[in-house]
């Protein structure tokens, strides 16, 4: 399975920019439907954090505190993707962001709950 994130790009403070996440391999339309799902980041000289979850079947999601309110995930199961819309975006949502799939169904902060992990795709907010 593989997971690859895109979507990012320089954005100004205030915008928004939507991230998608593609899931392809032998089992990547059982992970999409059947697993839990995240996105975290990690900014220059910081860890990686938690960012949004979502459970197998849509209906939990779980927000980092920094973002809850601006950003909504989603998930599209005849796409075999994922989504991270983000609104009212702020310099410090400066970052490189990565999708990944969860070792269960439901939602999940801790990044060792994770099993598959996409490469990332940067996302930089001009004040």
């Known amino acids: 399975v593989q997971l690859q994130a895109s979507g990012g790009g320089l954005v100004q403070a205030g915008g928004s920019l939507r991230l998608s996440c593609a899931a392809s391999g032998a089992a990547s339309g059982r992970l999409i439907t059947n697993n839990g799902l995240g996105w975290f980041r990690q900014a220059p000289g910081k860890e990686r954090e938690f960012v949004a979850s979502?459970?197998?079947?849509?209906?939990?999601?779980k927000y980092a505190e920094s973002v809850e309110g601006r950003f909504t995930i989603s998930r599209g199961y005849a796409e075999n993707r994922m989504y991270l819309q983000m609104n009212s975006l702020k310099p410090e949502d400066t970052a490189v962001y990565y999708c990944?799939?969860?070792?269960?169904?439901?939602?999940?902060?801790?990044?060792?709950?994770?099993?598959?992990w996409g490469q990332g795709t940067l996302v930089t907010v001009s004040s």
């Open positions: 979502v459970s197998w079947n849509g209906h939990s999601t």
């Open positions: 990944a799939a969860a070792r269960g169904a439901f939602v999940a902060s801790s990044s060792t709950s994770y099993r598959y």
